[in-house]
C-alpha cells in the first residue's frame, strides 16, 4: 500500500485539513493509502511515496526519496485529486 504523507510547518493545521481531504479524495476515486500529516523536519527521515505540501515547504524536501509536490493552493482539491489520481 503507498504512503501519502502531508507535510505543513509544524504538522498541525493545515497538514491535518489536507489530510481530511486527501482520505475524501482516496474514497471518491476507488483508491486505498496510507495518509499521515506530519512537520517539515519529521518529514525529512519519514518514509512515503507521495508527499503534498505548500511549495515553499516542498522546496525543502527536494532530496526526500518520495515524490513532492508542492501545492500553490493546499485546499486546491482537484489538484490533489489529479496528484492522487495519477500516483496511486
Do not use: P, Q, R, Y
Not at 518514509?47 to 525543502?60: V, Y
Amino acid at each position: 500500500m503507498k504512503k501519502v504523507l502531508i507535510v505543513c510547518g509544524n504538522g498541525l493545521g493545515s497538514s491535518f485539513i489536507v489530510e481530511m481531504n486527501v482520505k475524501k479524495i482516496l474514497k471518491e476515486i476507488n483508491k486505498d493509502a496510507e495518509v499521515a500529516h506530519t512537520d517539515m523536519t519529521s518529514a525529512k527521515s519519514e518514509s512515503a511515496d507521495i508527499i503534498l505540501s505548500a511549495k515553499d515547504i516542498a522546496e525543502h524536501l527536494s532530496g526526500h526519496s518520495a515524490k513532492v509536490f508542492g501545492l500553490s493552493n493546499l485546499l486546491d482539491n482537484n489538484k490533489i485529486k489529479e496528484i492522487l489520481e495519477e500516483n496511486i
